[in-house]
Each structure stands twice: as structure tokens, then as C-alpha cells.
């Protein structure tokens, strides 16, 4: 049923790492955008970051208030794609979604609509 799955979320405390897998039996991801979403209790949905489908030229982008310190990578042998976070923040705490749209010539955008999304992985920084 599901379109995508996440996994490698937890609990870490503050400064730890996570990596983040989203796999996707049903698409061929290098034929899509697929961008990193999280949601937190009491916060808007945000944009973690994004890649481009080989069509656009596999662009990346990030938050801000990820930069630096987080990683996207496709791996098109594995047909996955995730999402390395270091130097974790209590901040950081929500649920993470991978979700993907059509692929085109344009870069990734957080503001575009993305019809397939995963369950989420729960990330929690926390000492």
C-alpha cells in the first residue's frame, strides 16, 4: 500500500547522527524529485531538502537550518535515497517524510505538490 518507505529514525542524543532511507519499489527514483519533509507537534511542515531527478540535472538543496551538516544522496543501483544528519539539534525533532513527484528539466522545489509520500520515520534529539 505504501508508495515509499522511510526507516533509520530514532532516538539520539544531542551532537549524534542519523542516515535516513527512503526506498521506492514502485518508481525508478532517478526519474523523479524527491525531496525531505519533516514535521514537528505544533509546527508547519518544512522542506529539509531535495534532489532533482536526473532530468534536472540531480540539484540539491537544503535548509538552511540544515546546511552544513546534512547530506541527500540518490544511490540509482539501490534505488534509494537518503539523508545524513550530523551534529543532530533537539530541534531537529519531528517525523521525516520522503516523497516524490515527476521529474522535469527544473530544480527541486519544496513549494511543488508531491502525490507520493512515505509513512515517516520519527526522529528524536533528546539527552
Known amino acids: 500500500q505504501l508508495q515509499l518507505v522511510e526507516s533509520g529514525g530514532g532516538l539520539v542524543q544531542p551532537g549524534g547522527s542519523l542516515r535516513l532511507s527512503c526506498a521506492a519499489p514502485?518508481?525508478?527514483?532517478?526519474?523523479?524529485?524527491i525531496v525531505w519533509f519533516r514535521q514537528a507537534p505544533g509546527k508547519d511542515r518544512e522542506g529539509v531538502s531535495c534532489?532533482?531527478?536526473?532530468?534536472?540535472?540531480?540539484?540539491?538543496n537544503y535548509a538552511d537550518s540544515v546546511k552544513g551538516r546534512t547530506t541527500i544522496s540518490r544511490d540509482n543501483a539501490k534505488n534509494t535515497v537518503y539523508l545524513q544528519m550530523n551534529s543532530l539539534k533537539p530541534e531537529d525533532t519531528a517525523v521525516y517524510y520522503c516523497?516524490?513527484?515527476?521529474?522535469?528539466?527544473?530544480?527541486?522545489?519544496?513549494?511543488?505538490?508531491?502525490?507520493?509520500w512515505g509513512q515517516g520515520t520519527q526522529v528524536t534529539v533528546s539527552s
Open positions: 516523497a516524490i513527484r515527476t521529474g522535469s528539466f527544473r530544480a527541486c522545489d519544496f513549494h511543488d505538490s508531491y502525490p507520493y
Open positions: 534532489i532533482s531527478s536526473s532530468r534536472g540535472r540531480g540539484y540539491i
Open positions: 514502485r518508481f525508478t527514483l532517478d526519474d523523479y524529485n
